[in-house]
Nanobody, 122 residues
Framework: QVQLVESGGGLVRAGDSLTLSCAAS????????VGWFRQVPGKEREFVAS????????YLVRSVKGRFTISRDNSKNSVYLQMTSLKPDDTAVYYC???????????????WGRGTQVTVSS
């Protein structure tokens, strides 16, 4: 059974930093691309970042580029999203997901975690 479990969310102030983790089990983690998405109630889920199988290449959307970093540790079956200079607009539930190829398309991600809440106060 495939499981993705996010952790590290919380309530922080604008300008603070937070690191999210996603631990995977039940799959050969190193064979998957990993993505982070976020969703605000009432809005569609938004792609944030992705990383390739070896962690050599990463892609981040413009709104977080320069502030967020995605990385992975295949020995720990884990992926991370380091978030700095957080803004109230970053408030959302953050999800990790895995896909067979590099993509920002939600529909191509096969397995999803349940999400972790990040709230940034002003």
């Amino acid at each position: 059974q495939v499981q993705l479990v996010e952790s590290g969310g919380g309530l922080v102030r604008a300008g603070d930093s937070l690191t999210l983790s996603c631990a995977a089990s039940g799959l050969i983690f190193s064979t998957y691309y990993v993505g982070w998405f976020r969703q605000v109630p009432g809005k569609e889920r938004e792609f944030v970042a992705s990383i390739d199988r070896k962690g050599a290449n990463a892609y981040l959307v413009r709104s977080v580029k320069g502030r967020f970093t995605i990385s992975r540790d295949n020995s720990k079956n884990s992926v991370y999203l380091q978030m700095t200079s957080l803004k109230p607009d970053d408030t959302a539930v953050y999800y990790c997901a895995v896909a067979r190829a590099v993509t920002d398309s939600e529909s191509r991600y096969e397995y999803w975690g349940r999400g972790t809440q990040v709230t940034v106060s002003s």
